[in-house]
Structure formats: C-alpha cells, structure tokens
C-alpha cells in the first residue's frame, strides 16, 4: 500500500522561505504524478505543482509560478517542494499526492492517494 508523509510546514513571515518533504513508498514506479495541493479555510484544494514522475517535466499553478519549485529525489522517494517569497496568501494545509489520472497533474481528480497533511502559516 503507497503511503505519503509530509513534513516541514511551520510559521515564516511573508518574504521568506520553507521546504517541504513529502517521503513515499514506491510511488515513483507505480503512479505517473507526485503533487502538492493546498487548502485554505474556506476555500477550494488547489493543485500547487506536480512532477511527471517519468519525464520530470514539472507544473506549477499561475499563483506559485517564479516561487515555488517541486523536485524529486528517487533514491530517497521522496518529493520536495521549495517555496520561497511567501506571502500571507500561500498559507494553508499542503499535500502531497500520488497518481496516474487523465485529468492533468493539477488536477486533484488525477490522483489516488494523498497524505496527511501539514500547515503552513505565513505571517504579514
């Protein structure tokens, strides 16, 4: 059974930078996409960036393109993501996910499994 852990959400203040780790098992031969989605109280999940676990082409949201970078590290199956110039508007509860879907890697239809979860608070 795939399992996604994340971590490294925390509190930074707007301009600065964190790295998120999200560890899985096996993922990088079984699903095509590894993504980060976040959710905001009150508003919908949105896809952030993904990785084709294949090519490596990477994708990213409108709104974290320039700041954020997703990569992937095979021998320790594990995807980051970097985001640097935060701003009050990224924070949210970040996830990762795994998946072979049609619908496209932003999109949370195209994924199958998905972790926990970890907060990220940027402060004004």
């Known amino acids: 059974q795939v399992q996604l852990v994340e971590s490294g959400g925390g509190s930074v203040q707007a301009g600065g930078s964190r790295r998120l780790s999200c560890a899985g098992s096996?993922?990088?031969?079984?699903?095509?996409?590894v993504g980060w989605f976040r959710q905001a109280p009150g508003k919908e999940r949105e896809g952030v960036a993904a990785v084709d676990t294949s090519s490596t082409s990477t994708y990213y949201a409108d709104s974290v393109k320039g700041r954020f970078a997703i990569s992937q590290d095979n021998a320790k199956n594990t995807v980051y993501l970097q985001m640097n110039s935060l701003k009050p508007d990224d924070t949210a509860t970040y996830y990762c996910?795994?998946?072979?879907?049609?619908?496209?890697?932003?999109?949370?239809?195209?994924?199958?499994?998905w972790g926990q979860g970890t907060q990220v608070t940027v402060s004004s």
């Open positions: 996910a795994a998946g072979s879907g049609v619908w496209g890697p932003l999109a949370a239809a195209s994924y199958m499994t």
């Open positions: 096996g993922y990088t031969s079984r699903w095509r996409w």
